[in-house]
């Protein structure tokens, strides 16, 4: 067993048939060493475990007794060297304090979707609003972990968790008549981002963003009536509301992002939320969002990626062409077309591992290239150093290139273990799903974690599913 370096207390001693036993404890008592010496040549080892186990017992050691090492000295005895037979259990770490959020997280703020696909935006109330003095989020207490016991039996405290502070963003106060609340300092729409609760002001826009307005750049919430038009950016750190269409222009929110109309244009365009997106239709376009992209009724040749589900309601729902991607979830009335146009839908899907991924390809390939670049410049300067004609620069060079010989394998042994790491969580997320309610079409590749599957005939009201470490498919008819 590995030793590690422990203080030690006051020894004990005891004799026994020919042999003296000395137990040494650590000064905290959390490890415990038995020391065997011959009193004489003429001693004959015949105790057993149970006969070390009392000489132990009697220096006070009761607790977390190795019996396997105690078994092992009645058959193979160790003498003149201390050999660990009882180590304690250390106290459990606290748990530190945390919050209570007292506000809505959840996507109960989403429109309701008819099975027409239409989506009442009217009364959607994306915004949530906080009014000066609303509590926002209570601390919970810290509390200690589980106790511990050294080797003579005596109860360690556990360790106590360590006091957070609230969870206090902008425009939020620490309530006077409660040190464990946070309330709002003035009105305004609650967000909750990077582990603060902020209250952001809502900016609201009357018209298109154009050439009238230029770019807009805002830190709380933005509510358009008009257009987004072709060429212009809208950012905010909260959420987004546009009144009427999307054109080639991109939106980025660390919030929601609503459009009560579509979202069309030449490729150009881009939505990026934190959250989710909510959109009548896509074409052409991206949207990427961290949680959930709704859509009301078509995605065509569009690339969308959702940190947790796509899904699109009505009978006008179907992806056909591009690419879309979902951790958890894709549903959708039709998938592809009887054209068979290529599409590609990914369930289990990380975009955050899969581009970690590229750069790390990238990354190793560049090294095997400077490994291939360092072979060739080294042969020169090497047949050089054999008929001893390298110059002083060149000495240096040839070192330098040496080392960096040797260096570059560890690299890349880093980054492919790395590699491994970045697939196998890739492979993970296995209960991801693809859910079509109506047909799919050939021309369709399906993808769940890092398994594919190509579909090349018809399949009505199913779901594609990990089984076996296989894409399997499963009919609702």
């Not at 490890?31 to 105790?47: D, F, G, M, P, R």
């Not at 009697?58 to 090492?69: L, R, T």
């Not at 000295?73 to 050999?83: A, D, H, M, Q, V």
């Not at 409660?178 to 729409?189: C, F, T, V, Y």
Request: with cysteine; charged share 25%; aromatic share 4%.
């Amino acid at each position: 067993m590995e030793q590690t370096a422990q203080k030690e207390s006051a020894p004990f001693v005891a004799e026994k048939n020919g042999y003296k036993f000395t137990v040494v404890f650590s000064n905290d008592k959390m490890v415990a060493h038995i020391l065997i010496e011959e009193k004489n040549k003429e001693s004959v080892w015949n105790l057993d475990s149970q006969d070390i186990k009392e000489i132990i017992k009697q220096a006070g050691v009761i607790f977390g007794i190795n019996d396997e090492q105690l078994e092992k000295l009645e058959t193979e005895p160790i003498f003149n060297r201390k050999i660990e037979i009882a180590r304690g259990r250390k106290p459990g770490k606290g748990i530190d304090s945390g919050f209570e959020l007292l506000f809505s997280t959840t996507g109960s703020n989403a429109p309701v979707t008819g099975d027409d696909g239409y989506i009442d935006y009217k009364n959607l109330n994306l915004i949530n609003n906080a009014i000066e003095g609303q509590p926002l989020a209570k601390k919970t207490p810290a509390r200690t972990g589980e106790p511990g016991m050294n080797t003579t039996g005596q109860e360690i405290l556990g360790n106590m968790g360590k006091e957070r502070a609230l969870p206090k963003g902008n425009n939020t106060i620490v309530s006077e008549e409660n040190p464990d609340l946070l309330i709002a300092d003035k009105n305004g729409s609650i967000t909750f981002s990077n582990n603060l609760v902020s209250i952001d002001n809502v900016h609201k826009i009357n018209s298109d963003i154009d050439n009238s307005t230029g770019n807009i750049d805002f830190v709380g919430s933005l509510q358009i009536s008009g257009d987004i038009k072709s060429g212009f950016v809208a950012k905010a750190q909260g959420n987004v509301e546009v009144g009427k269409n999307i054109e080639d222009a991109e939106v980025h929110s660390n919030g929601s992002v609503m459009a009560k109309g579509g979202f069309v244009g030449s490729g150009k365009g881009i939505i990026k939320a934190a959250e989710d997106v909510f959109i009548k239709y896509v074409e052409n376009q991206v949207i990427e969002a961290g949680n959930d992209v709704n859509i009301g009724g078509e995605a065509m040749n569009a690339n969308i990626v959702a940190g947790n589900s796509v899904i699109l309601k009505g009978h006008k729902a179907v992806i056909v062409g591009g690419s879309v991607s979902a951790g958890k979830l894709v549903e959708t009335t039709t998938l592809g077309s009887e054209f068979g146009t290529p599409t590609l839908v990914r369930a289990g899907y990380s975009l955050n591992l899969v581009n970690e991924l590229k750069t790390l390809n990238k990354e190793i390939t560049r090294l095997k290239n400077d490994a291939e670049k360092i072979k060739s410049a080294m042969y020169g300067l090497v047949r050089l150093e054999i008929d001893n004609k390298l110059s002083d620069k060149q000495k240096e060079a040839l070192m330098l290139l040496k080392t960096q010989q040797i260096e570059i394998p560890k690299e890349c042994k880093i980054l492919e273990n790395k590699k491994i790491e970045l697939v196998e969580a890739l492979n993970e997320n296995k209960k991801a799903s693809i859910k079509v309610k109506g047909t799919v079409y050939p021309g369709i590749t399906v993808q769940i974690g890092m398994l594919k599957r190509e579909i090349n005939m018809v399949v009505n009201k199913c779901t594609f599913g990990v089984s076996h470490d296989k894409i399997a498919i499963i009919s609702h008819e």
